[in-house]
């Protein structure tokens, strides 16, 4: 069932700053109870008051930026086939895997972005490879046309630096997260780094590495890889001093942190 909010318009919040020290980033939506990725998911995180809702993006044959996790429409939608290999018009054929009654398509970037302008925040992930660089120049020139390009309102994310430098040429008002996998974390590195905000798993975050982060005048946001484990790990780094949570959980984190 898609969740609609009586009253919905796309006006700017009244405040741009999360209301704790803690950035909730709503990891593929709400998740939990919606679609991942789906505009249900999008807006129930919205509903929730999130700070960002996160958007992992794939490219079709056709160069139309969808939101979709996977390589392959396998896993989330009623069809199997790399995302590369469809057009926009052959993937809105497919629907997404739902508990729900009601049915819904992958959506694209340019919806989700028409639909919810600056109510809300986004963040996000261009792809590994040289298909994460075919999508910034086209990302950007969304951004733009909407009015979005600017920290105030996106944070782009890529486990590609190469990705990120691009967007920073394009877009330099942008805000950049480096995503860095726990087998490639390197604590030099991400000092070291051109980035505002190292995006690290949780498994790697210690109060040193956290600390020495922070010394070095860049943020610090964890995501989780494995949901099972995410409410435990989020309790675990609490006290951590960590700005933000990727979560697929959002009401357990907002109660977490004491969000109203």
Same mark, same amino acid.
């Given at each position: 069932?898609?969740?609609?909010?009586?009253?919905? #318009?796309?006006?700017?919040? !009244?405040? $741009? *700053?999360?209301?704790?020290? =803690?950035?909730?980033?709503?990891?593929?939506?709400?998740?939990?109870?919606?679609?991942?990725?789906?505009?249900?998911?999008?807006?129930?995180?919205?509903?929730?008051?999130?700070?960002?809702?996160?958007?992992?993006?794939?490219?079709?044959?056709?160069?139309?930026?969808?939101?979709?996790?996977?390589?392959?429409?396998?896993?989330?939608?009623?069809?199997?086939?790399?995302?590369?290999?469809?057009?926009?018009?052959?993937?809105?054929?497919?629907t997404l895997v739902s508990t729900q009654k009601e049915q819904e398509k992958i959506p694209t970037l340019v919806e989700i972005l028409e639909k919810f302008g600056?109510? #809300?925040?986004?963040?996000? !992930?261009? $792809? *590994?490879?040289?298909?994460? =660089?075919?999508?910034?120049?086209?990302?950007?020139?969304?951004?733009?046309?909407?009015?979005?390009?600017?920290?105030?309102?996106?944070?782009?994310?890529?486990?590609?630096?190469?990705?990120?430098?691009?967007?920073?040429?394009?877009?330099?008002?942008?805000?950049?997260?480096?995503?860095?996998?726990?087998?490639d974390f390197d604590l030099n590195s991400a000092v070291k780094s051109d980035f505002a905000t190292i995006g690290i798993e949780s498994r790697v975050v210690t109060?040193?590495?956290?600390?020495?982060?922070?010394?070095?005048?860049?943020?610090?946001?964890?995501?989780?890889?494995?949901?099972?484990?995410?409410?435990?790990?989020?309790?675990?780094?609490?006290?951590?001093?960590?700005?933000?949570?990727?979560?697929?959980?959002?009401?357990?984190?907002?109660?977490?942190?004491?969000?109203?």
């Amino acid at each position: 069932m898609l969740c609609v909010a009586i009253g919905w #318009t796309k006006e700017q919040p !009244e405040s $741009r *700053e999360p209301k704790t020290a =803690l950035s909730i980033i709503s990891h593929r939506g709400a998740n939990d109870r919606q679609p991942e990725h789906s505009i249900s998911a999008y807006q129930q995180a919205i509903q929730d008051q999130v700070d960002y809702i996160e958007i992992d993006l794939r490219m079709t044959k056709d160069r139309q930026l969808v939101a979709l996790h996977d390589k392959t429409v396998n896993r989330t939608t009623n069809g199997t086939g790399k995302v590369e290999n469809f057009t926009l018009a052959e993937l809105e054929k497919l629907t997404l895997v739902s508990t729900q009654k009601e049915q819904e398509k992958i959506p694209t970037l340019v919806e989700i972005l028409e639909k919810f302008g600056k109510s #809300t925040r986004y963040y996000i !992930e261009l $792809r *590994e490879s040289t298909k994460g =660089l075919d999508m910034v120049e086209p990302l950007i020139q969304l951004l733009e046309k909407n009015d979005l390009d600017d920290e105030n309102f996106v944070l782009l994310q890529s486990f590609s630096s190469e990705s990120l430098i691009r967007a920073r040429q394009l877009a330099p008002n942008l805000s950049l997260t480096w995503l860095m996998k726990a087998g490639d974390f390197d604590l030099n590195s991400a000092v070291k780094s051109d980035f505002a905000t190292i995006g690290i798993e949780s498994r790697v975050v210690t109060d040193n590495v956290v600390r020495q982060i922070h010394q070095a005048g860049k943020q610090v946001h964890v995501y989780f890889i494995n949901k099972k484990s995410e409410k435990a790990e989020q309790k675990r780094l609490l006290n951590s001093q960590v700005n933000g949570y990727f979560t697929d959980f959002n009401l357990f984190t907002k109660k977490l942190i004491n969000r109203e």
